[in-house]
Nanobody, 119 residues
């Protein structure tokens, strides 16, 4: 059973930066794809970015390309989402999630962390 614990959310002004962390534990991390989702009130939960633990291949939604960077630290079993040039529309609860390579659905989820971008 994989477990995910997020941290790093908070309140930031427009144009500011935040870094989210997702600490993962389990036996098969090398077989996982790690994703960051976000959900604002009244909207669906959308995939923002993802990274393959095995080869580091990344994905970004169009809305965050060029502003967000996903990375992983194998030694710490931690995935990061560096968020720069934040906009009010980035405000949401951000969730770390994991799925096995070759499986479409994300099976493991963190508890979520709130990101609020406001002046």
């Amino acid at each position: 059973q994989e477990q995910l614990v997020e941290s790093g959310g908070g309140l930031v002004q427009p144009g500011g930066s935040l870094r989210l962390s997702c600490a993962a534990s389990g036996r098969t991390l090398s077989n996982l794809v790690m994703g960051w989702f976000r959900q604002a009130p009244g909207t669906e939960r959308d995939l923002v970015s993802a990274i393959s633990w095995s080869d580091g291949h990344t994905y970004y939604a169009d809305s965050v390309t060029g502003r967000f960077t996903i990375s992983r630290d194998n030694a710490k079993n931690t995935v990061y989402l560096q968020m720069n040039t934040l906009k009010p529309e980035d405000s949401a609860v951000y969730y770390c999630a994991a799925r096995y390579e070759g499986v479409n659905d994300y099976e493991f989820w963190g508890q979520g962390t709130q990101v609020t971008v406001s002046s």
